[in-house]
């Protein structure tokens, strides 16, 4: 069965199609900058030459249009037809609390994210324009939506709750759900295989820093706390969003900087973070070279970040009396040697030693860079977001043809 996995944002889509069979990858790519004046499409056949072209792609449904074509191109292909796709995966950043797992795309499903674009302003939409382009072009294919929110139903109530007049959570669900759910599931029981232990026998603070950026407390193999809360604007510095801040700065700026709702939403998910401290860039690569340029605001933006990091690890440590493992994942986390070294800089009273020859080996390999006198296995672990989605939509695909057979 060949699996198609759509990770589509608002103005980029990527993709992996899986052969489940063995669970291999036969074409992965991206679209980006779509809707912009030149729209790059990058695909990359297993095995082969990546081809990038840049043309003009306007909305989601040309460009999953191209990425079929890409799929099926005479040369750069690896399908005959769109007909040797059996199933579709989406990557859903907010399920609420209606999806405590994945789900088929239904006229019911559909409803459930749309009534939660208000919470995950710059995820949900995009995703469900990604739905309905496959509609669009693949008609009658299952399609199936694996939510990040997923993996932390599982929560206690004194993790997710906030301390504000209960009445709000009982009429608009107003909780923390946390994200990146997949990502911390999978790094979390990837990182007990490579040490050879029992997921259920560990205290886990995994770190999934990319672009957004959340810390998860896994206990027992198990979702105990989140950084991020009810959108994906709490807890770490990100990008461009604040995370954690006082709430009545938002009142106070809209009121004397004369914002609208609107515009001090946008200022804390698109203005804020690295970007905003920095004055530079929201990438942590630039900021990264920046501040060994000696750009003090550079440095200034790292700092924060990289301390808010270490904050976090420090209280999830606590909550859950102790640390056996410490994981870095995503964009930041697998690949800025001096974020870890700084996060982990000083942490010594928690039994975390950083070896900083492993830190510095470049791998795609799941790996422990911490001493053997370590008492916590500090460790990176590359994400895999895209496998997880195949397996669940694989899952729900044979379901549904068994059902229907
Ligand atoms: N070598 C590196 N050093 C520092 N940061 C890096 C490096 N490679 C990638 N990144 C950062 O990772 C972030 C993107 O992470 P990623 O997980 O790919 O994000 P997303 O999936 O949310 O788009 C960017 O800030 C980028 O600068
Ligand atoms: C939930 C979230 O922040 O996702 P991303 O890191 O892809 O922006
Ligand atoms: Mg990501």
Same mark, same amino acid.
């Given at each position: 069965?060949?699996?198609?996995? =759509? ?10 199609? !899986? ?140 993790? !997710? ?24 599931? !999978? ?21 999934? =820093? ?76 630039? =900021? ?16 924060? !970040? ?100």
């Amino acid at each position: 069965m060949n699996i198609l996995v =759509i990770n589509a944002g608002s103005s980029s889509l990527k993709y992996q199609l !899986y052969d489940m069979k063995d669970e291999s990858v036969l074409a992965s790519g991206r679209v980006e900058r779509i809707g912009m004046d030149s729209s790059i499409v990058t695909h990359e056949p297993e095995g082969r030459p990546e081809v990038r072209i840049v043309d003009e792609i306007l909305e989601h449904t040309s460009a999953i249009k191209r990425v079929l074509d890409m799929l099926t191109h005479p040369e750069h292909g690896v399908l005959s037809s769109v007909q040797e796709i059996d199933a579709v995966g989406h990557r859903v950043v907010h399920g609420g609390e209606a999806f405590k797992e994945s789900a088929v795309v239904t006229p019911e499903t559909k409803l459930e994210i749309r009534k939660l674009f208000d919470l995950a302003p710059l995820h949900n939409p995009a995703h469900m324009m990604g739905i309905t382009a496959v509609e669009a072009v693949l008609p009658g294919v299952t399609q199936a939506v694996v939510f990040d929110t997923a993996f932390h139903q599982t929560m206690p109530q004194q993790s !997710y709750l906030y301390p504000v007049p209960m009445v709000l959570y009982k009429r608009h669900a107003i909780r923390r759900y946390g994200f990146h759910g997949t990502s911390h599931a !999978y790094v979390s029981e990837r990182a007990a295989e490579v040490l050879g232990r029992p997921l259920e026998e560990l205290k886990l603070v995994s770190c999934h =820093i990319g672009n957004g950026a959340s810390a998860t407390a896994i206990l027992h193999g198990k979702s105990f706390d989140t950084s991020m809360g009810m959108t994906p604007l709490e807890g770490l510095m990100m990008g461009t969003r604040s995370g954690d801040l006082d709430p009545a700065i938002v009142p106070y700026t809209m009121n004397k900087e004369d914002l609208t709702l609107s515009e001090v939403n946008s200022m804390l998910n698109k203005h804020s973070g690295l970007l905003a401290i920095s004055g530079l860039s929201s990438d942590m690569r630039e =900021i990264t070279e920046a501040m060994f340029d000696g750009d003090k605001n550079a440095k200034l933006a790292f700092e924060m !970040y990289a301390y808010r990091v270490k904050k976090y690890i420090g209280a999830y440590a606590a909550a859950m009396n102790g640390i056996d493992v410490l994981l870095f994942t995503a964009g930041v986390g697998e690949n800025s040697v001096v974020l870890r070294e700084h996060v982990c800089d000083g942490l010594t009273f928690l039994g975390i030693k950083l070896d900083k020859e492993l830190n510095a080996q470049r791998s795609k390999e799941a790996r422990v860079i911490s001493t053997p006198d370590s008492s916590v296995a500090v460790m990176v672990v590359p994400t895999n977001e895209e496998l997880l989605i195949a397996r669940d939509t694989f899952k729900l695909a044979r379901q549904r043809g068994a059902e229907q057979a």
